[in-house]
Each structure stands twice: as C-alpha cells, then as structure tokens.
C-alpha cells in the first residue's frame, strides 16, 4: 500500500507534463513537402490587367467550340473595358472602387453579323454587363454581380 500511495503522485506529474507538452510547428517548406499536405490558396487574379473567359451567364453555363466561337472575353484596366462578346469586340468604360463596387458604362461593339446564337449570347451579355454593379472573387474566378447575386461567371484566360 505505501508504494502504491507514492506512485499515485508520480504517474500524475508525470500525465500533466505530456499534455502540456507541445508538438513542433512545421515550417511551410516542411508542410508542402509532406505526403498529402495541400498547398495554400494562390490569391485571386486582379481585377485589372487580367484577361477573364466567361464561363456561365444569367445562370447558364457558356460554352463555346472553336475555331467557329470565339471565347467570350473581358479585359479591364485604366478605366476601359474590352474583349470579344460572343461576335463583336466590344468596348466601353468602367468605374470600379478596387474593392467590391464594379459599374460599366455604355458598350460599344464593332457590327459584324454573326449566327443569331452568337448575336443573342451577345445581347444577352450586353444587357447583363449594363446591370453589374459589383464583383467578388471565387477562388480564381470572376463574379459579376447585380445587388449581390452573380450574373456572370469568369475565369482566368491570361494575366499580364
């Protein structure tokens, strides 16, 4: 029985001791050489400077086969929009806060005629662009948005 009092004791210290040990904090280099280990999030695209596909519209999704379709694109920077619209380039002006406001200007376009599914794609987007009064990021893409809801959907073609 005296041993038994005196162990009680011991084993306690010694079970407080490893809880309050610590487990050493991997370095990244070591985390991303790990098996299984998942890299960090890469930052999204800027809003500017970048080269953005559209991928979903109103809701449905855009595909496009080449080479008679041309991806749909936009392009934004120093206050100038660009990029193809489905049959047009098209062109216009912006105003954007850099953070989460995004207003577009009237959009022009060259008058090329085009199969009516691209013409309607085209008007389709004119008009939505016309309604965008914000954006957001998703991962690496592009929302567009009208009082918070997406409209439309880009993503990366090319960052310069």
């Known amino acids: 029985m005296f041993k038994l009092a005196r162990l009680i004791p011991l084993a306690a210290i010694v079970a407080i001791t490893a809880g309050c040990a610590q487990t050493p904090v991997r370095s990244d280099a070591a985390a991303a050489a ?3 280990a998942t890299s960090p999030a890469k930052p999204a695209p800027k809003l500017t400077g970048t080269q953005w596909k559209l991928k979903e519209l109103k809701g449905k999704q855009v595909v496009r086969k080449a080479p008679e379709q041309r991806e749909v694109t936009l392009q934004l920077a ?3 929009a660009s990029g193809n619209s489905g049959c047009n380039q098209m062109m216009g002006g912006y ?3 850099g953070v989460s406001t995004l207003n577009f200007g009237q959009m022009a376009g060259t008058m090329m005629m085009c199969q009516p599914q691209d013409m309607d794609l085209e008007r389709l987007l004119l008009s ?3 309604e965008v009064n914000g954006y957001r990021y998703a991962d690496q893409e ?3 948005l009208k009082d918070g809801v997406p409209v439309a959907r880009y993503e990366v073609l090319t960052v310069k």
């Open 128 to 130: 939505t662009l016309g």
């Open 95 to 97: 105003t954007s806060d």
């Open 34 to 36: 790990a098996p299984g």
């Open 142 to 144: 592009l929302l567009l």
């Open 78 to 80: 120093d206050g100038r």
